[in-house]
């Protein structure tokens, strides 16, 4: 059983900076790549970031420059740090697990709900 909470979503204007975070709580035995994705009203979901075990990250094109992901392996929890942001990058923000649970070898896949960022004046 494993759980993604999301958190630190808000209301910030243009050109400001927001940290959003995720942590994942449970039987972990391996916390695999870890990504985040938002969803704008009538749009579909899209991935922002990921970012591997070893540190290895990718990033979407529109987001690469202003966005960071990083993970912190011993709090299970991975962050993404927004600067720069702009009224388009509103949307609800979801944390995306593939994680290897203690009880085996299976791996599964873990969304949180997800946390609103809303960038207007």
């Known amino acids: 059983q494993v759980q993604l909470v999301e958190s630190g979503g808000g209301l910030v204007q243009p050109g400001g900076s927001l940290r959003v975070s995720c942590a994942a709580s449970?039987?972990?035995?391996?916390?695999?790549?870890m990504s985040w994705y938002r969803q704008a009203p009538g749009k579909q979901r899209e991935l922002v970031a990921s970012?591997?075990?070893?540190?290895?990250?990718k990033y979407a094109d529109s987001m690469a420059g202003r966005f960071t992901i990083s993970r912190d392996n011993a709090k299970n929890t991975v962050y993404l740090q927004m600067n720069s942001l702009e009224p388009g990058d509103t949307a609800v923000y979801y944390c995306h697990a593939r994680i290897r649970e203690t009880t085996g070898w299976r791996e599964y896949d873990y969304w949180g709900q997800g946390t609103q960022v809303t960038v207007s004046s």
């Open positions: 449970g039987s972990i035995a391996r916390l695999n790549t």
């Open positions: 970012i591997t075990t070893g540190g290895n990250t």
